[in-house]
């Protein structure tokens, strides 16, 4: 199955966290969206990695995604290493999508700063022809998408461009909401966390509203890209089939 979008992240949540609202719009737009989760968050204080995977699961279909999987890197150790990005070359050449996602560079948790790295070198080395990969005892083709994106998590960047989720932030906050395990829940005993917090939420809340302020929105996500590229990210993929 081809994918237009492909969505990598750290844990189960991240991609929501990030760019939930982004993933609905493309959904809504008749737009095949895939996410991979590289651990099952197995570290996390709260919850289980079955669990998340669940919780995971829900939230795929609340955001109607294509298709979602997961590496099984443990979580913590995403090591930058040429196993862990061959399963991402092979992930990119099996779906071929047209753009890939990534957390952005800089955070505070080392696991997202590591796959952001990780991606970037995939997202080359998946279009070098002598870099080669199997996938289901036959050579894979190389590929390489037309644009690599990065989302924002914990820590903020200059946006290279905002995304108007304002039609889609209900769904980005019920996907969210799929997470019963990890944001805030009165009913749930386990220790507080970063994100349990009850301002968690609204504090995503309150950065939707302020990118999509800056561009006569109610609602945005902000993206960076170290390449120019459009500014209307559905026309760009919409381009692409032609």
């Known amino acids: 199955m ?123 080395f998946c279009g070098v022809q002598k870099m080669k990969t199997f996938s289901h005892g036959s050579g894979q083709e190389a590929y390489r998408p037309k644009k690599l994106y990065y989302y924002m998590q914990s820590y903020s960047f200059t946006p290279s461009f905002i995304v108007d989720i304002s039609e889609s932030f209900e769904l980005k906050m019920k996907a969210l909401g799929c997470y019963t395990t990890q944001f805030f829940n009165p009913e749930n005993t386990e220790p507080e966390t970063f994100i349990s917090q009850p301002g968690f939420l609204k504090s995503i809340e309150s950065r939707a509203q302020l990118y999509g302020f800056k561009i006569g929105k109610d609602y945005g996500e902000p993206f960076f890209c170290e390449e120019d590229t459009e500014l209307d990210i559905i026309h760009q993929v919409r381009g692409l089939h032609r």
């Open 2 to 124: 081809n994918l237009d979008v492909l969505v990598f992240c750290a844990h189960p949540d991240d991609a929501e966290i990030g760019m939930g609202g982004t993933i609905a719009k493309f959904a809504a737009h008749n737009m095949k969206v895939g996410i991979i989760d590289f651990s099952r968050g197995e570290l996390g204080t709260r919850g289980s990695a079955e669990i998340r995977q669940k919780e995971a699961f829900q939230s795929a279909i609340v955001l109607k995604v294509a298709t979602r999987e997961n590496l099984h890197i443990p979580d913590g150790d995403i090591q930058s290493n040429k196993e862990n990005m061959l399963k991402v070359v092979m992930a990119i050449r099996r779906f071929k999508p047209k753009l890939i996602f990534a957390p952005f560079k800089n955070d505070r948790h080392p696991d997202h700063v590591a796959v952001s790295k990780m991606v970037k070198k995939a997202f080359f």
